[in-house]
């Protein structure tokens, strides 16, 4: 071998090196990870063992902690919000609504739902002292709140919907209803009421 060889393989091995893993599986660890314990409740030596992989290699691939995190959290939010938009496009207004909040109380009565909602706890624990967290959830929020308007406009121009509220006040009360579903989750008695949630929606949309 060459010096000009030699010296490739030495350029080619690290990066070859992040990519002995799989990336969307250590991801999809690494946020159920967060999700379950929280932020400062999750150690890196905890992130070690659920990912498999030593401190160096989560260092070269991801950043620290923190990096993990951010990154880990906008996963959870691109994959939420390409669900909601599928979910919310439909060409019928009021069916939009209720698949869009059977999905939410769906994801509550799972039996996994006492971990509750990654975004919703981040919010909780993380917004308040991280201007980065509150503002990834904050333009989650926005985007999901520009879907639901949306399609509450059209079903008002359609006469489905009230029209004494306007599109951006309907849209909020429906992402207050989103994040007390989503929270909800972690309280086993109220789960059996969950599904029963989207009649009551509706009812409050309809003129």
Not at 8 to 28: G, H, Q, Y
Not at 94 to 123: H, Q, T
Not at 130 to 142: C, F, I, R, S, T
Request: glycine share 6%; aromatic share 8%.
């Amino acid at each position: 071998m060459g010096y000009s060889d030699s010296r490739r393989a030495n350029e080619v091995t690290p990066m070859a090196r992040l990519r002995e893993f799989d990336i969307d599986e250590v991801m999809e660890a690494v946020i159920n990870a967060f999700w379950e314990r929280g932020y400062e409740a999750t150690s890196l030596a905890d992130l070690m063992a659920v990912t498999g992989l030593q401190k160096g290699s989560i260092y070269k691939a991801f950043g620290d902690k923190r990096s993990l995190f951010l990154k880990a959290l906008q996963s959870y939010l691109d994959r939420n919000y390409s669900l909601m938009r599928q979910v919310l496009d439909n060409p019928a207004p009021e069916s939009a609504i209720s698949a869009w909040v059977r999905l939410l109380s769906g994801i509550s009565s799972a039996p996994d739902a006492s971990k509750g909602c990654f975004a919703v706890n981040s919010l909780l624990e993380m917004a308040p002292h991280d201007p980065d967290v509150a503002k990834m959830l904050e333009y989650q929020y926005a985007r999901i709140g520009k879907l639901l308007e949306s399609v509450i406009a059209q079903g008002q121009k359609a006469g489905v919907f009230r029209q004494d509220l306007s599109a951006q006040q309907l849209r909020q009360m429906l992402l207050v209803i989103a994040n007390g579903t989503l929270a909800s989750g972690r309280a086993t008695f109220l789960k059996p009421d969950l599904p029963d949630v989207a009649e009551s929606v509706l009812a409050a949309l309809k003129p």
